[in-house]
């Protein structure tokens, strides 16, 4: 089962009534094997991988960030219209988007689309849920794993380096835990000092 960063489940309030962004990924047999994270207009959302959706962690996105996802939605119909490509290739997980605002709901499920607003919002949503888990995975390491502290970090150095994260602040406590922290390797706070650096100034 995987760590709850207490953090960010307090940080925030319950989401607003909408309008709202909703992804479910269903694929047995990946890790994770289900994805559910919602997104607010102001940013706010919630990732949750767990099928009865009993711990979500809370996060919140740059209002930017959060504006670029509303726009594709808008692009796609808020998702009125079918997405799947209909072309014979490989199960790739059962994905859905759902809007829930004035003039909906409306969802549309597909394995595969073609629609580059498709992709590009799919992306999105990927990228969270790869954050999401690089989180988890550093909770964790500064729980009960102190050697691996250094490796955990540079793994999020690779994904920021890549862009493949959203909404980096997230890390900053864990980050500065790491670096005032005398019991984890210096080779580990040193890095975790650069990162939360580098994090607050935006570079």
Do not use: C
């Amino acid at each position: 089962m995987r760590l709850l960063p207490l953090l960010l489940l307090t940080a925030f309030p319950l989401l607003a009534d909408g309008p709202r962004l909703v992804f479910t990924k269903s694929f047995p047999g990946s890790v994770p094997a289900y994805i559910e994270i919602a997104i607010e207009k102001s940013g706010e959302g919630y990732y949750n991988d767990e099928p009865k959706g009993e711990n979500p962690v809370r996060f919140q996105v740059h209002e930017a960030e959060a504006s670029a996802m509303f726009e594709l939605a808008d692009k796609l119909g808020y998702f009125a219209r079918t997405l799947e490509s209909g072309l014979k290739v490989a199960f790739m997980g059962k994905k859905t988007f759902r809007y829930e605002g004035p003039g909906g709901p409306h969802e549309a499920t597909f394995n595969y689309s073609e629609d580059l607003e498709a992709k590009a919002l799919l992306d999105w949503f990927e990228r969270i849920s790869e954050t999401e888990r690089y989180l988890f995975d550093l909770e964790r390491a500064v729980r009960f794993d102190k050697l691996g502290v250094n490796d955990a970090i540079l793994r999020i150095e690779v994904a920021r380096d890549q862009k493949r994260l959203v909404a980096d602040t997230q890390f900053l406590p864990l980050l500065d835990r790491v670096f005032k922290n005398e019991n984890y390797m210096h080779m580990a706070r040193t890095r975790a000092a650069a990162l939360a650096e580098s994090i607050r100034a935006g570079k």
